[in-house]
Nanobody
Framework: QVQLAESGGGLVQAGGSLRLSCVAS????????MGWHRQAAGKQRELVAV???????TYAGSVKGRFTISRDNAKNMVYLQMNSLKPEDTAVYYC????????????WGQGTQVTVSS
């Protein structure tokens, strides 16, 4: 499995921006999809954004229009640009990969904390 490591989290005021990065241990080109998930305290992990090998994207309704997922296959990187952040975006954000669209998310990073103050 590919190893993933996230970075870029931190503390930001509401309305601010952060850019999360995820580096993969090997080529992500063969992964059918890369995704960002988040888990707030006391809540279940939720899928925030997905980017597929054809560069198509899907976003959770709560972040659509504010977050942008992108990938750089040459650098084995996946990014999540987060704008207009809200306190409810506070969570640990995880990068994940799946080898096939029909398979479960098989690789996870350790997570990076994002805290948005009001």
């Amino acid at each position: 499995q590919v190893q993933l490591a996230e970075s870029g989290g931190g503390l930001v005021q509401a309305g601010g921006s952060l850019r999360l990065s995820c580096v993969a241990s090997r080529s992500i080109f063969s992964s059918a999809a890369m995704g960002w998930h988040r888990q707030a305290a006391g809540k279940q992990r939720e899928l925030v954004a997905v980017i597929r090998s054809d560069d198509s994207t899907t976003y959770a309704g709560s972040v659509k229009g504010r977050f942008t997922i992108s990938r750089d296959n040459a650098k084995n990187m996946v990014y999540l640009q987060m704008n207009s952040l809200k306190p409810e975006d506070t969570a640990v954000y995880y990068c994940a990969a799946k080898p096939l669209l029909v398979s479960p998310w098989g690789s996870w990073g350790q997570g990076t904390q994002v805290t948005v103050s009001s």
